[in-house]
């Protein structure tokens, strides 16, 4: 089979859905397929173009075995609206206008979204390439961006979302990373039977148990203090504040707290830290994805946030690599979304309110004191993700999606609701 994947993040850039993206391309293709990525020039996270591809419009390469074709886009370093509106656009309109020269029909395309907008681009390259075109839904778009206060032009929002029912209504299926987000995307019209439920996953070869004290523990220079770290984005999904409203309270215990990332609530996050007077919070940069493993791996307990805004709108994929190093983890989030369930299925840790730090550290002081139960947890996470969230089962699933889908000579008519 051949199939094309259409996404604004790959292979060199180091964020989450690059990495897993390329992970995707790559089982494929070991095991048969004919792979095309047809992706952006990478930028990501400085928001300029990486030395090696600039002053191209486009370029092709291939990469183990995978043909990736890279189209212009409008890099920019700006968190603001409009510049990051350019930078989504600019990417949807190129990869339509340079797959429209693909000479090789694929099978299959699968478009990962968000941008929203690129679902279109993928529609539109279904239609003249004459192929099944399959959409990977990883936030509930415009909706996360509503009501993280990103977007909030009224009229903006209404075409985004006449525009997301038109790509649920018009593409030959969709994979939804939850079953929450599967309800929600049928309940805009979709067919419930184009509709498959994959979660995101981790590599539990790649990300590994291994041992607490280790150079980045080492650099870190918090001894045997128990140690919290975050790794991942300071963006509007992730709600950090607790994390820093936490460590004040624990300033006169033996708590480390370590943010490692990047991202548009960065300074703020710096600020208050100052503001408070707080010694016990580090924050480094994002590490290099060979050090990862090892930054998971330095923690007592692992911390993933979503924001109440966000809770039923993202699934933030980094919970599965936590589960895959073996370390308990707490969640800053809402009750009954699926955050909290996976926790609470998989018995990896904790959830605690996202507006009460008090619970938050208490919930660390109770984990300080009973390292049996922290281990037992972080057993019980990575053998859950064995089970359910490999990189082999679920990429599987999404094979069987596109053999299925790829194999169909017509697909039920959409609900017409626009």
Request: net charge neutral.
């Amino acid at each position: 089979m051949h199939i094309m994947i259409l996404t604004q993040y790959y292979y060199p850039e180091e964020i989450g859905p690059a990495i897993f993206i390329e992970q995707l391309a790559r089982t494929l293709s070991e095991r048969g397929h004919r792979v095309t990525v047809l992706t952006s020039f990478p930028n990501y996270p400085e928001g300029t173009v990486f030395a090696d591809y600039r002053g191209k419009l486009f370029q092709k390469e291939n990469l183990d075995g995978i043909d990736v074709i890279r189209a212009w886009i409008y890099a920019t370093p700006s968190k603001r609206l409009f510049p990051r509106m350019l930078n989504f656009g600019s990417f949807c309109v190129s990869a339509l206008l340079r797959g429209l020269l693909t000479r090789d029909r694929p099978d299959v395309i699968y478009t990962l979204m968000p941008p929203l907008p690129l679902g279109v681009t993928g529609k539109l390259l279904g239609l003249f390439l004459r192929a099944k075109v399959i959409i990977n839904v990883q936030d509930i778009m415009p909706y996360a961006a509503v009501v993280t206060g990103v977007l909030s032009n009224r009229q903006a929002i209404r075409i985004f979302e006449w525009l997301e029912r038109w790509i649920y209504c018009h593409v030959d299926a969709i994979v939804a990373i939850s079953s929450s987000f599967r309800d929600n995307i049928i309940g805009k019209g979709a067919v419930p039977e184009n509709v498959f439920v994959v979660s995101n996953w981790a590599d539990p070869d790649m990300i590994q148990p291994g041992p607490r004290n280790n150079e980045f523990r080492d650099e870190l220079d918090v001894g045997e203090l128990f140690t919290v770290i975050y790794s991942g984005g300071f963006t509007h999904n992730a709600n950090l504040q607790p994390l820093i409203d936490a460590a004040d309270l624990l300033r006169d215990e033996p708590f480390a707290f370590v943010l490692v990332g990047d991202g548009v609530r960065k300074t703020e996050l710096s600020q208050s830290v100052s503001v408070k007077g707080i010694s016990s919070v580090q924050m480094k940069p994002f590490q290099p994805l060979e050090r990862y493993p090892r930054v998971l791996q330095a923690a007592d307990v692992n911390v993933v946030t979503l924001s109440a805004q966000a809770a039923f709108a993202s699934v933030p994929s980094k919970i599965f690599k936590q589960m895959a190093v073996g370390i308990p983890i707490i969640a800053i989030t809402e009750k009954g979304n699926e955050v909290d369930r996976l926790i609470m299925h998989a018995q990896c840790g904790v959830s605690v309110a996202p507006d009460s730090p008090q619970a938050l550290a208490d919930a660390l002081r109770w984990f300080s004191g009973h390292r049996t139960e922290m281990r037992q947890m972080g057993e019980s996470g990575r053998a859950y993700l064995l089970k359910n969230h490999s990189a082999a089962c679920c990429i599987s699933q999404i094979e069987d999606v596109f053999e299925d889908i790829a194999g169909r000579r017509a697909l039920p008519s959409p609900r017409r609701t626009l």
